[in-house]
């Protein structure tokens, strides 16, 4: 059994930065693949980006490539999402998500969840 806690949503201003980190409980942590996952309001949860057991990255999701980043520290049990240059359309809960090995864009396939942190992107 895996859990999985996110922090450092928050509120921002239109270009501005976050950091958001995923701890995950437990010693498997190496070898599993983690994505990232965002929901807004209304909308369905997509994917945002995911990174594999082995540390290589899944393609980023359109208008997030080139502004977010994904990383993993092993040691820590301990994945990020560093997100720059925030807009309004980012604004939604992010989530995070563990599944073995793989990060695939499905997000029927993660086997365990966090409960999710708030971005808010004012204008």
């Known amino acids: 059994q895996v859990q999985l806690v996110e922090s450092g949503g928050g509120a921002v201003e239109t270009g501005g930065s976050l950091r958001l980190a995923c701890k995950a409980s437990g010693r498997a942590f190496r070898t599993y693949g983690m994505g990232w996952f965002r929901q807004a309001p209304g909308k369905e949860r997509e994917f945002v980006a995911g990174?594999?057991?082995?540390?290589?990255?899944?393609d980023y999701y359109g208008t997030m490539k080139g502004r977010f980043t994904i990383s993993r520290d092993n040691t820590k049990n301990t994945a990020y999402l560093q997100m720059d240059s925030l807009r309004p359309e980012d604004t939604a809960v992010y989530f995070c998500?563990?599944?073995?090995?793989?990060?695939?864009?499905?997000?029927?396939?993660?086997?365990?969840w966090g409960q999710g942190t708030q971005v808010t992107v004012s204008s």
């Open positions: 990174i594999s057991y082995l540390d290589r990255v899944l």
């Open positions: 998500a563990a599944r073995p090995w793989q990060a695939v864009y499905d997000p029927t396939s993660y086997n365990y």
